[in-house]
């Protein structure tokens, strides 16, 4: 395993090959602007979400627990890529309707994210690979302690922690009037939950959201995206199944190099296109991607591609 991080002189790969691109299918900016069939895919998940919510709300603690692995999660992880999708403004047309919306599907989740991952979202596809606008870099602390299968497993299980905390360590910013009032409005509906549904329906919500975030198919994501199974490859797709519950987020090459793309018209950009994509390295299953990543010697914290950056005021 390497004791350091893959250092890189040369810029982030996606805007110069979102500008070949261009020059070669400029018909590719017809696949611009918003879903409209995001709002209400987004509407029926907080539904359902909610609904379990409340039916789970007397059950055993193992049943909880259960449901939110099988079923909330998925739920959860969808709406989180959701939240994704708002932050590129891909499902109104207004900016600041995204953002509303974003605070509304958020709920479910338990915690307030909408705000903050936005904010730290679009900085990584800026600074991608910066070591300190790009937080979803791993920290020096994580890179070390992801030396061995069984801190690797703690790791994954844990990595919810990891993404929520990381941007304190790294990138610390003061929260903002939008944030505030995200977590105000995500409070007083926790308290609302509480009060009507009772402790077991408030907890099932977060529980959903971290249990998927660790040892769960959808997870892999995470690692295929950046993390380096190929020397020189920067980032990843997944073309599998598992993207008609994630919004295609596996499509992630393509993601990046057209982020005014959504996520429902993602497969026809690489069909428009396929000469840019077919020599690059995909996953085949997040499962595997998971397998793989703790049990291959040559994989782990180290394993991503970072580059120094002159200083610039943020």
């Avoid at 018909?27 to 609904?51: A, D, M, N, W």
């Avoid at 509906?189 to 959201?209: D, H, T």
């Avoid at 295929?224 to 980032?235: A, K």
Wanted: some cysteine; aromatic content about 14%.
């Amino acid at each position: 395993m390497s004791n350091g991080f893959i250092w890189s002189s040369a810029d982030e790969p996606h805007a110069a090959r979102r500008r070949e691109m261009l020059r070669t299918h400029p018909e590719i900016k017809e696949l611009y602007g918003p879903c409209s069939r995001t709002k209400y895919v987004c509407t029926l998940l907080v539904g359902l979400q909610l609904s379990l919510a409340f039916l789970l709300r007397d059950a055993p603690w193992w049943l909880i627990v259960l449901v939110a692995y099988a079923v909330g999660g998925v739920i959860n992880q969808a709406l989180l890529l959701a939240i994704h999708e708002l932050s590129h403004n891909l499902a109104f047309r207004k900016p600041w309707h995204n953002r509303v919306f974003g605070v509304f599907i958020n709920l479910p989740v338990g915690v307030p994210v909408a705000e903050t991952f936005r904010y730290y979202h679009l900085r990584h596809h800026i600074h991608q690979g910066d070591e300190r606008f790009d937080t979803d870099l791993p920290t020096e602390f994580e890179a070390r302690l992801l030396r061995n299968r069984a801190s690797k497993l703690l790791w994954l299980s844990c990595q919810g922690f990891a993404y929520a905390l990381r941007p304190l360590f790294v990138h610390p910013k003061k929260p903002g009037a939008s944030e505030i009032t995200n977590l105000l409005v995500q409070v007083a509906f926790n308290v609302a939950v509480f009060y009507f549904w009772g402790g077991k329906a408030l907890a099932y919500l977060p529980i959903s959201s971290l249990i998927v975030m660790g040892l769960h198919p959808i997870a892999g994501h995470y690692i295929s995206e950046h993390y380096v199974f190929r020397e020189g490859q920067e980032t990843y797709s997944y073309y599998g199944p598992l993207n008609v519950l994630a919004f295609n987020v596996g499509y992630h090459n393509e993601h990046h190099d057209f982020p005014y793309v959504p996520g429902s018209r993602l497969p026809k950009l690489r069909a428009m296109a396929p000469e840019f994509y077919d020599g690059l390295l995909s996953h085949q299953s997040w499962t595997a991607t998971l397998w793989n990543f703790v049990m291959c010697p040559s994989l782990g914290g180290y394993s991503r591609i970072k580059r120094r950056v002159e200083r610039r005021r943020d």
